[in-house]
Antibody
Framework: EVQLVESGGGLVQPGGSLRLSCAAS????????MTWFRQAPGKGLEWVAN????????NYVDSVKGRFTISRDNGKNSLYLQMNSLRAEDTAVYYC??????????????????WGQGTMVTVSS | AIQMTQSPSSLSASVGDRVTITCRAS??????LGWYQQKPGKAPKLLIY???ILQSGVPSRFSGSGSGTDFTLTISSLQPEDSATYYC?????????FGQGTKVEIK
């Protein structure tokens, strides 16, 4: 079965750190771009960061640049999100997702077809 | 960052109704847009990518159209299981950005 399973969420104090993991199974993990999303309680979805198949290219939303680091270990079929200097506004459910990256008219696009169940991160004193 | 303006923010319709949700980008994004459905407490589900390509396994009552700055998600005949929040997501540039969502309720 193709699936993604997140772990590592929890309660952390402002300024603290947390490392999220996303375990992939049922597909060839190293062949896909991977992405982290988040959703604050009662709010909409937000794209957080993505990483290329070999880890050589990463991108971040401005609000987490310099604080969060996305990485992957293709040997362990795992995606990570290291979150430092956490703030109250980082409180959210964090999802990892696989990007099909279909090539349409010669252009690689996004299509997030497999999502994890989410892991909750709460930043509070 | 590219802003995505989605409308309406919510709607209520009857089973069998035709429902249209629109998304407008703050700049031209070709056809680099996807639509996602999210039910409470669940992860989002891919419906449409590249503005109009139906994801495998998604019912054909869902369709997408548009290019440039204006995009539409249409549900041709609303079903009870379509009660959810729908989001557009541009993938033309980083950071990717979502519309604010449209909550669809069944009357």
């Amino acid at each position: 079965e193709v699936q993604l399973v997140e772990s590592g969420g929890g309660l952390v104090q402002p300024g603290g750190s947390l490392r999220l993991s996303c375990a992939a199974s049922g597909f060839t993990f190293r062949n896909y771009w991977m992405t982290w999303f988040r959703q604050a309680p009662g709010k909409g979805l937000e794209w957080v960061a993505n990483i290329k198949q070999d880890g050589s290219d990463t991108n971040y939303v401005d609000s987490v640049k310099g604080r969060f680091t996305i990485s992957r270990d293709n040997g362990k079929n795992s995606l990570y999100l290291q979150m430092n200097s956490l703030r109250a506004e980082d409180t959210a459910v964090y999802y990892c997702a696989r990007d099909l990256s279909p090539i349409i008219r010669g252009v690689p696009l996004d299509a997030f077809d497999i999502w994890g169940q989410g892991t909750m991160v709460t930043v509070s004193s | 960052a590219i802003q995505m303006t989605q409308s309406p923010s919510s709607l209520s319709a009857s089973v069998g109704d035709r429902v249209t949700i629109t998304c407008r980008a703050s700049q031209a994004i070709r056809s680099d847009l996807g639509w996602y459905q999210q039910k409470p407490g669940k992860a989002p589900k891919l419906l449409i990518y590249a503005a109009s390509i139906l994801q495998s396994g998604v019912p054909s009552r869902f369709s997408g159209s548009g290019s440039g700055t204006d995009f539409t998600l249409t549900i041709s005949s609303l079903q009870p299981e379509d009660s959810a929040t729908y989001y557009c997501l541009q993938d033309y540039d980083n950071p990717r950005t979502f519309g604010q969502g449209t909550k669809v309720e069944i009357k």
